[in-house]
């Protein structure tokens, strides 16, 4: 768990890891050049449970770096991720364990989650629909994962090119050993709130990100765009970037911040995906809270549909290449050790 300025969520995140029901694992978390406390309420922790193994680091390291970090310290041959702003269900790793030693060709076992807002509040519903609806972005969140280190290791960790979307771009190359294989049950809380990296990301980097996302889309290599020049600054093109910073401003409690007007700079192609940007945009700075109301519904309605096709708890795989995932096994009993 790589820890950079996360105080006001740090007990939550750590109580939910150490009351986990398989309890034989360590700890691994790095403090990347916190400023706001969190490294003497790390040192308290690490003080009370032994399985903690606490790191310094006095350089903010970023996300990709912290990444690494933590992975390469690791001495298990199993990685577990976790965020310290998220919740685990105490379950989680029980269940995931139990996926990757049925399933010795698995490179990845990730799950379903829930959005909380900054006090703890469920905000978003779980959602089968993605699962059983393809699409390209994970249908997991990156501190949901578990997966083989030496695997992890083997395709080159997290590439500092891909900062604030390094974890879809590890996910790539991860599908490309072994099969990624997704819990149908939301194990994993989600924190939603305004200092969160995913809500502080520069416009750029996500345009970049979803040219990267359209190749995979395609089954195309995207690496060249990495090393290439980033979009104009000032004039952002693709309304699923708008969206995507948006999103978790919606979903903490606030208005999205982005006046309508602000989406029509640039190009407004594709116009359905920039009507349908302009729309919620509109409606989210008038009225966040019956869009939230809204969208819950959409999600709750659409998870529905998904049911009878993928059933709570069952293991499916996923791809982020354009394949129709499956359901490959039914939900397995967890177990309570194991290292």
């Known amino acids: ?5 996360a105080a006001p969520f740090l007990d939550a995140s750590i109580t939910s890891i150490l009351s986990q029901t398989m309890a034989d694992f360590e700890f691994v978390v790095l403090d990347d050049a916190s400023t706001d406390g969190s490294r003497d309420l790390l040192r308290a922790w690490a003080r009370r449970d032994g399985r903690i193994r606490l790191l310094e680091s006095d350089t903010a390291l970023g996300l990709a770096g912290s990444a690494n970090r933590v992975m390469r310290e690791a001495r298990g041959s199993i990685c577990a991720r976790m965020d310290s702003d998220d919740v685990s269900a105490p379950d989680r790793l029980a269940r995931q364990w139990a996926v990757l030693q049925a399933h010795p060709e698995a ?19 779980s959602d089968r629909w993605r699962l059983w609806r393809h699409t390209t972005f994970a249908p997991f969140p990156h501190g949901s994962v578990m997966f083989r280190r030496d695997w992890g290791l083997s ?32 194990l994993y809380a989600y924190r939603f709130h305004t200092t969160t990296a995913t809500a502080l990301r520069a416009i750029e980097t996500v345009e970049r990100m979803y040219r990267c996302v359209d190749r995979v889309s395609r089954g195309e290599d995207y690496t060249a765009i990495l090393d290439g020049p980033a979009p104009a600054p000032t004039h952002p093109t693709d309304p699923r970037a708008v969206r995507s910073l948006a999103a978790p401003w919606l979903w903490a409690g606030e208005r999205p911040g982005i006046p309508a007007a602000w989406w029509l700079r640039g190009s407004r192609r594709p116009i359905p995906a920039a009507l ?10 008038l009225s966040p809270k019956s869009l939230r109301w809204a969208l819950r519904a959409l999600v709750k309605s659409r998870d529905l549909v998904a049911s009878p096709w993928i059933a709570d708890g069952d293991v499916v795989r996923w791809t982020p290449l354009p394949e129709t995932a499956s359901r490959v096994a039914p939900a397995l009993a967890p177990q309570t050790s194991g290292k």
């Open 1 to 5: 768990m790589p820890v950079r300025n």
């Open 107 to 125: 490179s990845v076992v990730a799950t379903l989650w829930r959005g909380i807002d900054p006090e703890g509040r469920f905000v978003r519903p």
């Open 155 to 186: 395709a080159g960790g997290y590439r500092e090119t891909c900062a604030s979307w390094e974890d879809f771009d590890f996910f790539v190359r991860m599908a490309g050993l072994g099969p990624i294989y997704v819990i149908a049950k939301p």
């Open 276 to 285: 349908h940007t302009i729309v919620l945009g509109t409606w989210g700075q």
